[in-house]
């Protein structure tokens, strides 16, 4: 059974930088495109960051396009989400999410593609 571990959120003040990681554990992570979707209070889920199998694709959420950085280590099963110039919208908790459909333009963001799905860490980002 696959699982996925995040770690890394915390509190931060805006401008600041944080990396949060995912561990996928229970099979080999190369076969698996991932994600990060993030939800805020009072809100639904929404997608941030996409990473292909080979790590040689990427996609953003516009909100965060140019700020946070999405890549991944297969070797050791680990993907990684670096936040710069985090802004108090940025505050949400971060879910790392798998799937094992192939890189499609219309999947990339759509939830449902995604079969695996981890806790959640908090990301606090204050003015």
């Known amino acids: 059974q696959v699982q996925l571990i995040e770690s890394g959120g915390g509190l931060v003040q805006a401008g600041d930088s944080m990396r949060l990681s995912c561990a996928l554990r229970?099979?080999?992570?190369?076969?698996?495109?991932m994600a990060w979707f993030r939800q805020a209070p009072g809100t639904e889920r929404t997608f941030v960051a996409v990473?292909?199998?080979?790590?040689?694709?990427?996609h953003y959420a516009d909100s965060v396009n140019g700020r946070f950085t999405i890549w991944r280590d297969n070797a050791k099963g680990n993907v990684y989400l670096q936040m710069n110039n985090l802004k108090p919208e940025d505050t949400a908790v971060y879910f790392c999410?798998?799937?094992?459909?192939?890189?499609?333009?219309?999947?990339?963001?759509?939830?449902?593609?995604?079969?695996?799905w981890g806790q959640g860490t908090q990301v606090t980002v204050s003015s």
């Open positions: 990473l292909s199998r080979g790590g040689d694709m990427t």
């Open positions: 229970g099979a080999s992570a190369m076969y698996y495109r």
């Open positions: 999410a798998a799937t094992g459909e192939p890189w499609t333009t219309a999947g990339l963001r759509r939830q449902t593609e995604y079969s695996f």
